[in-house]
């Protein structure tokens, strides 16, 4: 009998970065458990991480390329798969030039050492300016804020969860999704233990979820209008005297500005338009400012909404009112041990961030840190012209599921003369694929979390190997990545990928090399290439960020420092401590401050005081609408990601998830009876789903999780299309977050009918 043997391996399901321990023999998934001595995680996992052994053992995941051959797609030798690849992107590029290609990361390209290292290089090759991904359908008004008053898109402060005292939730659901720009590993014990040692979490959310359960405090707020409570809690601190930036002040601008714009904000005022009362923002407020250290975060309903950008500006803007920002137990920026760029070179002086440095041909929409807002994909494939997009190339991503006006993007990628897929599944985006790449399970895959780890409360550096061998002839992830960077740079389906690999070292390198304050400033770059010895792949370019990162060797320069060697040697992970404050080095803004007052945001403030102004001429909110229309919020699942672990049945056993909730006073209004079906219509398309009737929704709004509607014809999804549910993204009309062009997901209009009676016209 062959052996058992153990593995430790960080999870790569979600931003929490959990330590599991992956029990194997003979090829098979025994177990994954919690590892007990994991730095971070210390033994704690959801279960998504069964999704490990469930994924490895699902029969649908693909381990052979597909081919469309007489209109379907079926399996193919790697050397067919990217000889047509080869074919399909030549021709377009040829007859449409480079912006014919468009390319959509999905979110699992953010978990993956492949599309993180190499996906650059595959952008740089293609040089099309039709760039998409997931970002803006989740946190780009994050970035866009925290980039202009900050200097740097990942210069997110992030709560310090372990020493605050005061903890004030907006828009996130922690304990489900298991923290979002937040990483920490068990929120469940880390907000517990807020509230064990006497202090305070206060949870704004129009649903009652389990992190509200979990709270001290919970108040419902209308969807959409968080910007119009925070400016008002600013309102309060700035009008009773009570923001108290203290030293921080040395290090910003534009601080009168916020007093300006916040004025028209009181209690009394943003009350009509968010719901929460005025005397519940004044205790807000002044709670805020008198705990000893407290943080303000929030997450995904603050972002996927009308003024996402707004709002997330605003939780800092809070921060540093409160003098919290950057200090324990506040909001703090992170230390990443690799790839940060506010830890490369010298701060505070920086290029900074600029937005709209170009635009989208059909809709004029502004690009983003290098990217063109999603929404606008399915307009740039189906209109016709000069630059029109006629290729589509996935990389991770469900877009047909996980974006707005769903049905108008699936007709218009059915349009495609040509798309290929990275994927791991035949699902409702890649089922139009003309080729699918399909990359290795998690467990044949290296894992670490340079992304994640840039958000994390404590750094950490924690390195997995893979630990089940690929299948024959499948290219490691990363392989094939800058396997459609040479085919998109026209060297055909065979080129040297040694060469390529080397070039994305060589430049990293050059690029080091002549940063002003960098341990290696000045060197030769053969020479640091030939200290990276024999290693390839993503593995060299780990150890080289590792070495040059704020905790590295500095190839020399601090010989106790992190190399790869010694991260490798640590299959539990190495801690590098807690968050420390980090003002003003971290900053790399042009005015070396931090720029409180970004124009880019407040261009945005006259749009929020138009809705201030509705409500107080009694015209009401457009968005809530009249004659008892509702609007519409998503939820996060514990047992789902987003649109893709539903084929796993550890997953989807149990009762139906994909409900619509609705509170007992719309339902009773509306005639809907607990388990009966309702319908739900918006401007752009309807669905019916089963009535799930609960206290914890505020009157006036429905929830429907995203990421459901399997049942589509050509996907070959066993289990979850017999657990297919709806895809909500049907409802969510083409509307956006003006400054960063994120979608709005969260407070949409809509209407809610018994099913079994007719819709109302149209
Ligand atoms: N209404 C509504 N819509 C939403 C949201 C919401 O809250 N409400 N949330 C939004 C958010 S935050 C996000 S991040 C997006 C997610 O949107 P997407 O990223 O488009 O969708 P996912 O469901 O994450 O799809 C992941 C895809 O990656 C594939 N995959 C999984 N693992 C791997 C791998 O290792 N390699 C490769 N190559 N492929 C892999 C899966 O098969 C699947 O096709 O959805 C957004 N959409
Ligand atoms: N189990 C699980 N974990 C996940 C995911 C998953 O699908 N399943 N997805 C992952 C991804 S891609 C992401 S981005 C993160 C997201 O992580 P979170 O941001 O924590 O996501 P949600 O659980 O959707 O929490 C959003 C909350 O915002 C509320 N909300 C909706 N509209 C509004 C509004 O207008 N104002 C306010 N104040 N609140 C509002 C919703 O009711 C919900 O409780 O989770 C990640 N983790
Ligand atoms: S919380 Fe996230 S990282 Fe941890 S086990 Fe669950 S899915 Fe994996
Ligand atoms: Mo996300």
């Known amino acids: 009998m062959a052996s058992e043997t153990v593995h430790y391996r960080t999870c790569p399901f979600c931003e929490a970065t959990c330590g599991l321990a992956v029990t194997i023999r003979d090829g098979e998934v025994l177990a994954v458990r919690g590892d007990e001595d994991d730095v971070f995680s210390h033994g704690f996992l959801c279960p998504k991480s069964q999704g490990l052994k469930q994924l490895h053992d699902d029969p649908d995941r693909l381990t052979r390329p597909l081919v469309r051959r007489d209109g379907e797609l079926r399996e193919a030798s790697w050397e067919e798969a990217f000889a047509a690849v080869d074919e399909g992107l030549s021709r377009v590029l040829e007859a449409g030039g480079r912006d014919a290609v468009a390319v959509y990361l999905g979110n699992p390209s953010a978990h993956s050492l492949g599309p993180m290292v190499y996906g650059a290089a595959f952008l740089k090759a293609l040089g099309s300016k039709n760039i998409y991904s997931a970002s803006t359908v989740d946190q780009m008004p994050k970035q866009v804020a925290a980039g202009l008053m900050f200097g740097a898109g990942l210069s997110v402060p992030v709560p310090d969860v372990d020493r605050t005292d005061h903890l004030l939730i907006l828009g996130a659901n922690p304990l489900v999704s298991n923290g979002s720009l937040l990483t920490a590993p068990d929120m469940r014990g880390r907000i517990r233990a807020i509230r064990e040692r006497g202090g305070k979490v206060v949870v704004i959310d129009p649903r009652r979820s389990r992190t509200a359960h979990e709270a001290s405090e919970h108040h419902f707020i209308r969807p959409g209008t968080d910007a119009h409570l925070l400016f008002s809690i600013a309102h309060v601190l700035l009008a009773e005297g009570l923001a108290d ?79 919290n920002l950057d200090r324990e137990g506040g909001a703090m920026f992170p230390l990443a041990a690799v790839g940060q760029r506010n830890s490369a070179g010298t701060g505070p002086l920086g290029k900074g961030v600029k937005v709209g440095r170009w635009s989208s041909r059909v809709g004029g929409r502004p690009e983003v840190f290098g990217e063109l807002p999603v929404v606008g994909l399915a307009e740039e494939i189906a209109t016709p012209g000069e630059g029109q997009v006629r290729a589509l190339v996935t990389v991770a991503g469900n877009p047909l599921v996980s974006t707005p006006d769903a049905a108008a993007l699936e007709s218009a990628v059915a349009e495609l003369e040509f798309m290929v897929s990275l994927d791991i599944y035949v699902n409702e985006t890649t089922r139009h694929a003309d080729v699918i790449l399909p990359a290795p399970e998690p467990l044949a895959k290296a894992h670490y979390d340079f992304a994640l780890y840039q958000l994390a409360v404590r750094s950490v550096a924690n390195y997995s190997p893979p630990i089940l061998p ?96 010694k991260v490798e040697a640590a299959p539990h992970g190495i801690d590098l401590g807690p968050m420390r404050p980090r003002l003003p080095e971290v900053l790399r803004t042009p005015s070396g401050k931090i720029e409180l007052a970004p ?164």
């Open 470 to 565: 690929r299948p024959e002839g499948q290219p490691d992830e990363w392989e094939t990545v800058l396997r459609l960077a040479a085919i998109a740079a026209g060297q055909g389906p065979d080129a040297d990928l040694e060469a390529w690999d080397d070039l994305v070292v060589s430049t990293l390198i050059g690029r080091e090399v002549a940063l002003p304050g960098s341990p290696i400033e000045g060197r030769a770059p053969e020479e640091l290439l030939e200290a990276l010895g024999e290693r390839r792949g993503p593995e060299r370019v780990l150890d080289f960020m590792l070495r040059v990162g704020p905790f590295g060797d500095g190839f020399g320069a601090d010989p106790d420092g992190l190399t790869f060697d």
């Open 599 to 762: 124009e880019d945001v407040l261009a945005d403030v006259p749009r929020l005081e138009q809705e201030l102004e509705a409500v107080k001429t009694a015209a009401g909110r457009a968005q809530d609408g009249a004659n008892g229309q509702m609007v519409l919020i998503g939820r996060r699942q514990l047992r789902s990601n987003n649109s893709w672990m539903h084929n796993l049945p550890a997953l989807v056993k149990g009762k139906d998830p994909c409900t619509i909730q609705i509170h007992p006073d719309d339902a009773a209004r509306l005639g809907l009876g607990v388990g009966a079906n309702a319908r739900v219509s918006s401007s752009v398309g309807e669905l019916v789903a089963p009535v799930e009737v609960t206290e914890d929704i505020m009157p006036g709004v429905v929830s429907i999780p995203h990421g459901w509607g399997h049942d589509v014809p050509g996907v070959r999804l066993g289990v979850a299309s017999e657990h297919a549910g709806v895809n909500s993204n049907l409802l969510a009309p083409v509307d956006v977050d003006i400054p960063s062009g994120n979608a709005v997901l969260n407070g949409i209009p809509v209407e809610v009918t018994a099913a079994d009676r007719e819709p109302a016209l149209a």
């Open 245 to 323: 930036p203290g030293p921080l002040a040395d290090h910003a601008l534009g601080a009168e500005r916020i007093a300006e714009v916040a004025a028209p904000f009181e209690p009394e005022a943003a009350s009509a338009v968010c719901g929460v009362p005025p005397e519940e923002i004044r205790r807000l407020a002044h709670e805020l400012a008198a705990a000893e250290r407290a943080a303000v975060y929030a997450r995904i309903g603050t972002t996927t909404q009308r003024f996402g950008t707004l709002a997330s500006w605003l939780v800092d803007v809070l921060n540093y009112l409160t003098g």
